[in-house]
């Protein structure tokens, strides 16, 4: 090899070395934070708008049509990205079973918590004034008062060790991962939001509940809707762990 080429090859290997690396980065960072972004965006204003448009005599059949379809979907969709959370509280059970990588749970849970943000402003300016404001904006105002607490925290907690189980058993766990995921996990909310709807709203998500109620500045009881799914998560990562995931992961019943 000559002087020149070699001088080439010093000059375009730290190029391609630089493109790589961004290409990677990009792959493992970038994209699944916008995938989390664009897909909560999508779900969480469908879901509100579900709310504010729904007929008097629909009861909670229209959101929940309306939620497990759109979640259905956006998993569906953007799943292999970032592997189709949308739900700080999935993002907290998947993390625990191993299947995200810690450093991207705050990232994640943080693009799940705008993209709420972005699906309920969308929802409000589309949406007629007076229906907007009977509903709160989609925010969750099932509980009024504090003889329903009790109640609420746990059917969130019940409904979200469901959902959460859902996507852990059926689109991490090695054993038991079926391509029909999307489908069982929009069919789950379906179920949680028409079995619980009317005890507590049906959040199972804090990014769900967080968008409208920051856009509608509606906080009563808001923080049922982030202990109630995080005790969930917490409990469907403690049961895969111990007991119901593959050899890879459980503890127990090796």
């Known amino acids: 090899m000559n002087t020149n080429e070699s001088k080439t090859q010093l000059k375009t290997e730290p190029s391609t070395w630089n493109t790589s690396s961004m290409s990677i980065t990009e792959s493992l960072y970038v994209q699944p934070w916008l995938a989390e972004l664009v897909g909560s965006a999508l779900f969480i204003f469908t879901g509100c708008m579900s709310v504010i448009e729904n007929g008097q005599d629909t009861g909670s059949l229209q959101p929940a049509l309306a939620h497990g379809l759109a979640l259905g979907i956006v998993i569906a969709l953007?799943?292999?990205?970032?592997?189709?959370?949308?739900?700080?509280?999935?993002?907290?059970?998947?993390?625990?079973?191993?299947?995200?990588?810690?450093?991207?749970?705050?990232?994640?849970?943080?693009?799940?918590?705008?993209?709420?943000?972005?699906?309920?402003?969308?929802?409000?300016?589309?949406?007629?004034?007076?229906?907007?404001?009977?509903?709160?904006?989609?925010?969750?105002?099932?509980?009024?008062?504090?003889?329903?607490?009790?109640?609420?925290?746990?059917?969130?907690?019940?409904?979200?060790?469901?959902?959460?189980?859902?996507?852990?058993?059926?689109?991490?766990?090695?054993?038991?991962?079926?391509?029909?995921a999307p489908f069982c996990i929009g069919l789950t909310v379906t179920a949680d939001v028409l079995a619980g709807g009317a005890i507590s709203?049906?959040?199972?998500?804090?990014?769900?509940?967080?968008?409208?109620?920051?856009?509608?500045?509606?906080?009563?009881?808001?923080?049922?809707?982030?202990?109630?799914?995080?005790?969930?998560?917490?409990?469907?990562?403690?049961?895969?762990?111990?007991?119901?995931?593959?050899?890879r992961i459980r503890l127990l019943l090796k």
Request: charged share 10%.
């Open 78 to 180: 953007l799943g292999e990205i970032s592997g189709g959370h949308f739900n700080p509280a999935v993002s907290v059970s998947v993390c625990l079973v191993g299947g995200l990588n810690i450093i991207l749970l705050i990232p994640y849970i943080a693009a799940q918590l705008c993209g709420g943000l972005i699906g309920a402003s969308l929802a409000k300016v589309i949406s007629p004034p007076q229906n907007y404001f009977n509903t709160s904006g989609g925010a969750f105002n099932t509980v009024k008062d504090r003889a329903q607490l009790w109640p609420a925290i746990i059917a969130e907690v019940v409904m979200t060790l469901f959902l959460t189980l859902s996507v852990c058993m059926g689109a991490v766990n090695s054993k038991t991962r079926t391509f029909l």
């Open 201 to 247: 709203g049906a959040c199972m998500n804090p990014a769900r509940a967080f968008g409208p109620a920051a856009v509608a500045h509606y906080w009563t009881y808001h923080w049922i809707y982030w202990v109630g799914p995080m005790i969930g998560a917490l409990l469907t990562g403690t049961l895969i762990r111990l007991m119901l995931g593959d050899e």
